[in-house]
């Protein structure tokens, strides 16, 4: 197979159209058998659910050449089953786990070609999305959905070594108790906008935010979840109903307990005893891990101890654990890489 002609070490993160994406509709209660399809371009009601109610949930997965040049994809099951409960809370039809996982396993074989080659350090991005796509003034669900997966060739987050980020604590709030801090909707995207841009104008790359409840717990981002190493080096998660359940994360807890031998503590992490700690990371599947330098608070800014150049040793261990399985090059636990060709 003819790879596309890009240059893979200039490619960034952004949409890129390919030849063929993943299609199916449900109407009448039931989801047809769905195909793949080339036209990138969705025709809609002006009425559609979607557009007034915000009735919309999405997922981000990669798939990647491995050493030996398989193509994979990476736990799909896993955003199968995140995307049923979105949907599932959001009122919306459950795409079942099986057809999910076959819609992106298609979609991704049909755009071979543009599957980043291994060492390159990009991969392909997959987004499946779903919408109220039927007419609904009244506000209630949509009549009729859409699911629909796409495809686009994505750079490394990081060029060159992983630099440490300086990031916030936001004086908005991300998701409430109770509320869809836990599932991937697009409305949780939407009012995170105007915090995130405030704070890129400001100088920092990403708001952390608190429990709204007490402002006193960490959460996450806007976009990633949050992990911590204490002085002791066990791997701190900070626990909530509210985060979303990051992929990236549970794996790398999973990789620093069976294969770094790390203590992982996941309880509710205080902002207060966050200058205690070695390390702090982002993570998500994006950019896998981004280690954090500065933390800015009102009360002042934790500088972490691993500084602002390079990132803290038992983030970059676990970093090149969990890449190294998604390119093949280490052994994986059981079911978590899948072979697309
Ligand atoms: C998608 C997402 C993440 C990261 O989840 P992954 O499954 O690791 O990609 C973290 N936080 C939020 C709010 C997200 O929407």
Redesign the pocket.
Known sequence: MEKKNIDWSKLGFGYTRTDYRWHSEWKDGAWDEGGLVSDEYIHLLESACVFHYSQSCFE??KAYTTKNGDIVTFRPD??AE?MMDSAARLEMPVYPKDKFVHAVIETIHANAAWVPPYGTGCSLYVRPVMIGSGPQIGVAPAPSYMFRVFVMPVGAYFKGAVKPLRVRVSDFD?AAPRGT?HI?AGL??AMSLHPTMEAHREGFAENIYLDPATRTYVE??????ILFVDKDNNLIVPKSDS??P????RSLVYVGQKYLGLNVIERPVALEEVKGFKECAL????AVLAPVGEIHTKEGVIALPSGMDKMGEVSAKLRTTLTGIQNGEIEAPEGWIVKVC
């Open positions: 981000g997965m896993m955003n995140r991300r801090g991937k949780n995207y996450e981002t806007g976009g990633a979840n985060i979303l990051s992929i990236t994360r993570c998500g599947t994006a």
